[in-house]
Every structure is written in C-alpha cells, then in structure tokens.
C-alpha cells in the first residue's frame, strides 16, 4: 500500500539529504510505527507519503513513493486525498471550520458524499473519539487535547485508505490515547486500513505496532523489523524496554503485562530496597532576579544575596473560579506553590489545567477568588514586569516566537529580560544544541521550538515557571535534558508548574501532583501517593513492579547498584 524506494530528501539550501536511502514497504491492512531521535526526518517521510513533500515544502525528492499505486511526485496532495488522511502535529493547521461537527463534515464534502452519508459517519466517529457532547462547541474553546481527537476524527470520515499520523497521542490524556489507538487498531483489523505513524511516547503504541521503521540517525538509511527486534537495538526506547534491558529479560516484553509475568525474580532482588527520596522542595528562599550584567555566573546565572523583601509564595489561588462562555473551567481552587517545588497538574482533556497556568500568568481573569503571583495580581500587571515574577511556555510554543531567525529570538530575549547577551543562546545550547541561529522559528521542529521558547521564557530566570505539556514532540534523550535543566532550576529555588498527560515526566520530577477534573481538585499530595493509587496515571514501572512503590527505571537501576 506504500512504498519507499531508495528515496532521499533534500530541502532547498541544506548542504546534505535530510533523509537518504529510504527504503521499505507497509502492505495493506498493518500499523507501521516510524521511530528514532528528534530530527532524523521522521515528519520528512510522513510528508512524502501525502505529497506535502515536495509540492508543498519544496526541495528534491529522489527516487520513488507510491500510496495504493499512485506515485506522489506526479500526484498533487488534492489527488491523494480520497487514499491518505493525515493528522500533523499541529492540529489547529488542519481546521478550516469553525465548530467541531462542521469539521468533521468538511472533508467528506469535499470528495463530494451524499448527505446521509455524511451524516452517519459524522455521528460514527463523535460516537468513537468521545466527541458527541463537543458536537456544537467552537473549535477555538477546545482544550488541546480536544482539538487533537478532532483533526484525528477528521481524517476518519471520509474512510481513507492510509492513515498519516505524526504524534497522534502527544496532547492526550492516558485514557483519550488508548481510545484513539483501539480505535486505530479496530480500523486496521477490521476495515484494512494502512496506518504509518510517527510518535516519540513509545510507551502508548509500540504493543499496537504490526512493524517498526527505525530512522537511527540523520540521514542513515531506516532499518524495519518486528517491534521486539527493533526495540532490542534502538537508540529510543519506552521504560518498560528500558527495565527489560536493565534486567536481562528476553525476548524484551513490549507491554506491562509481558514485563509483570518476567519480574518475579526482579522484586525479589528489590524487596529489601526502598525508593531514593526525591530531594525536597528548595524552602531558603526564592529564586535570585537575573544575574548583573557582565556577572554571568552559571548556566542558569549565579545566585546571589538577595536583600529585596519577597512573597512568601511565588503563587497563590484561593476560591479561584474561572468561567469561560458559560462553562465553569475551574471551580473553587485552592493552590499555594512554595519555592523549588515541582508540581505535576494532571486529569483528562478539558479538566481546566491550561485555564489554571492561563490565569497565574494574567491571561485569563478570575470571575471569582484570588490569584496572586509574587505578591502581585497577575491580570492587573504590566506584562514587562510580570515576566520578571512568572513565565509560561504554552501549549503552542510558536505562540512565543515572532522574529525571523533563531539569533534575533534570542537577542530579543536578552534585552526584554535585561541579560547578558549570549544568555538565551547558552540556555538554548544547554536543553537542545545543535540549532543553527539563522534558522527561522517556522522550520524547527515541535522539540526544537519548545527549547526554544523554553530558553526565551528561561532568560528572565522567573521564581515561577509555568510548562503546559512541555514534552510535545521530544524523544526521550530530549526530555531527559529537560529533566537535568528542570531538577536544577528547582534545585536553585524556582518553583516549576507544569500541566503534562506524561506520567513517566510526572514520575521523574514532580515533588507533588494535583489531579483535576471538570475543573475541580480532587487530589493533592506527593507523586508517589497520587499516581501509585491511579490506574490512569501510574508510570510503567510502578505497574510492572507493584505492590512496590518504584517509580522509574533510574531508581530500580540506583538500588541495583
């Protein structure tokens, strides 16, 4: 159904292919997971089995790709799109509609549908993505995870033939993933529908995988296999292979319930060992304003005696109420967030985590209660002074990012912040290296944006960092970067608060975890207690290795010297 044959992609003005020598074939009817590191040429090859590579991104493509017979290099996108439905990364690129019914309706009358069949599959799909009570509501009030279950339902509607996803599940919440992915397992059983995904949270979809295409490095030809056989040997891998390799398991068990039938001998070796503590929440103090200039001190500037009176807190919500075009997104939150503390917000899709970070950073108004950040009211600040006290990198990094080169980003944020120059750049350096200053912020990645926003946000060396699924499109060497910078931050006093569906980031670094639903709270407390007690939202290794409370394969491997 598609088919690679030694092609190699070359984008205009790059001195090498992006990806070279690509060779492979996905039949009829099977899922295909495409792997590897953050900037192989993952979303390169989903591109050229739409066709958006080259008619659309420009550059070379050599040799040849065909979808159900069609060769893209002579078929425009519009002349695919009765065969390939495609989901990118950025959902809100695909909508041209206003609610989510007419969404779901647009591309079928596109090909043209009679109405009652329009109708029925409309219902079909808000019936089995969960949607039929969004049916009506605006696209634009749509929480991310939302909006990413409507540009998936989409592309289900008109019944293609191939399905193209690029990080289907990566603004999802651990229930709406599975569901989308059962639904994507039922249409391949069931209907024969070819699926060729890309995704870094291996942990959700390698069990779903009928083969595995492994880009290992740039411009490295791809090499397939089974996923156990390719598991076996890649550079990127889910905790539950982690803890398979870590005990000498074989065959490597690709689910948790493979892995709990292997770990008997593990938890007796484990028995007498406890969990290392995480290291406690910073309490002398919060963090230090940005270093003098010409005094850069360390990466993340030095600290130094600060005799300003501060808050108590870096941010405090009592009886916080929020109401949005007559939905109540958050009801009667109480929250204070101490200096270096990290704290996971989790719940499903729509639960109000987003309005919380929106509302301590002053871009939504409380309708009842108080937010303060730093002593101030967010709301009523002066933006200038406010990012000196709170930053937030959202849901959409690109939100933050405006100027034509990744050097003037950088620039700009120097001088907004009132830092060394250079400064931004090293922070950048340090989360992701490798990003070239005159690339312009539209052609990085989802990964390489994020660090980037992140190190824009980072200049100001807010006491309060505010994260909204910081780890959208980062493999896993990726967010293990994030996790060093973010440890240290918290280590020098900033508070972190960071609204992720990643439970295994949550198990990595959150000193608590707040759970919300509908908008309301309904636990509080340290991570080990709140997410051992979820089924939702427990890590694999604490499924694997229960009763013991283990959270993460870097403790097992502590304890096992």
């Known amino acids: 159904m598609i088919r690679f044959e030694k092609v190699s992609v070359t984008y205009d003005g790059a001195p090498e292919p992006t990806v070279r020598d ?37 550059g070379t493509l050599g040799g040849r790709v065909t979808v159900a017979g069609r060769d893209t290099r002579t078929h425009k996108p519009r002349e695919l799109a009765d065969v390939v439905g495609t989901v990118g990364q950025d959902p809100l690129a695909h909508f041209v509609t206003d609610t989510v019914e007419d969404e779901l309706a647009y591309g079928m009358e596109s090909l043209g549908l009679a109405p009652e069949v329009m109708r029925r599959r409309v219902e079909e799909t808000l019936d089995l993505l969960g949607l039929a009570g969004l049916r009506d509501r605006p696209i634009a009030t749509l929480s991310g995870g939302q909006r990413q279950r409507v540009a998936i339902g989409s592309v289900l509607t008109p019944h293609p033939q191939v399905l193209v996803l690029d990080e289907p599940t990566s603004a999802l919440d651990p229930a709406a993933a599975e569901e989308v992915l059962a639904v994507l397992q039922r249409l391949v059983h069931d209907l024969g529908t070819t699926v060729l995904m890309a995704e870094h949270r291996l942990e959700r979809v390698i069990h779903y995988a009928d083969r595995v295409i492994l880009l290992p490095t ?128 989790m719940g499903r899709n729509g639960a109000g985590k987003s ?120 493999d896993y060497a990726a967010k293990a970067r994030l996790v060093t910078a973010l440890r240290e931050l918290a280590a020098e006093g900033h508070a972190i608060v960071l609204a992720t569906h990643d439970v295994e980031l949550a198990a990595e670094i959150a000193h608590r975890v707040v759970l919300l639903a509908e908008g309301e709270m309904i636990a509080d407390g340290p991570t080990a207690e709140i997410v051992v007690s979820s089924p939702s939202f427990a890590p694999q290794v604490t499924k694997i290795l229960a009763p013991q409370r283990w959270l993460t394969v870097s403790q097992v491997q502590e304890a096992l010297g």
């Open 218 to 345: 740039p411009g490295a030809p791809p090499v397939t296999g089974t996923p156990s056989e390719i598991m076996s040997v890649s550079p990127v891998h889910p905790p539950v292979v982690a803890l398979g390799r870590l005990a000498n398991w074989s065959p490597l068990p690709l689910t948790v319930r493979d892995a709990r039938r292997k770990a008997g001998d593990l938890r007796d070796r484990l028995a007498d060992a406890a969990p290392a503590a995480p290291a406690g929440p910073h309490r002398g103090g919060q963090a230090s304003p940005p270093p003098a200039r010409g005094n850069p001190g360390r990466l993340f500037g030095r600290r130094t005696k600060n005799t300003e009176t501060r808050p108590p807190h870096p941010a405090d919500a009592h009886r916080l109420t929020v109401r949005r075009d007559h939905l109540t997104a958050l009801h009667h939150i109480d929250l204070t967030v101490t200096p270096g503390e990290t704290i996971a917000l």
């Open 355 to 474: 309005t919380l970070l929106n509302t301590f950073v002053g871009l939504l108004e409380p309708t009842t209660g108080t937010v303060t950040v730093g002593g101030r009211t967010p709301h009523r600040t002066p933006p200038r002074d406010l990012i000196r006290h709170v930053g937030l990198v959202p849901q959409e990094p690109r939100d933050l990012l405006y100027a034509d080169t990744v050097a003037t980003e950088c620039a700009a944020a120097d001088q907004d912040a009132d830092a060394d120059p250079g400064t931004c750049r090293a922070l950048l350096d340090r989360l992701l290296p490798g990003i070239a200053d005159d690339t312009h912020p539209r052609d990085l990645s989802e990964g390489q944006c994020l660090a980037l926003a992140l190190a824009v946000v980072l200049t100001a060396r807010p006491p309060l960092l505010l994260l909204d699924e910081p780890t959208r499109g980062l």
């Open 22 to 58: 690509v060779d492979f074939e996905v039949p009829e009817g099977e899922l295909a997971l495409l792997v590897g590191p953050s900037g192989v040429g993952k979303s390169t090859v989903l591109g050229a089995v739409s066709g958006l590579v080259p008619h659309f991104t420009g």
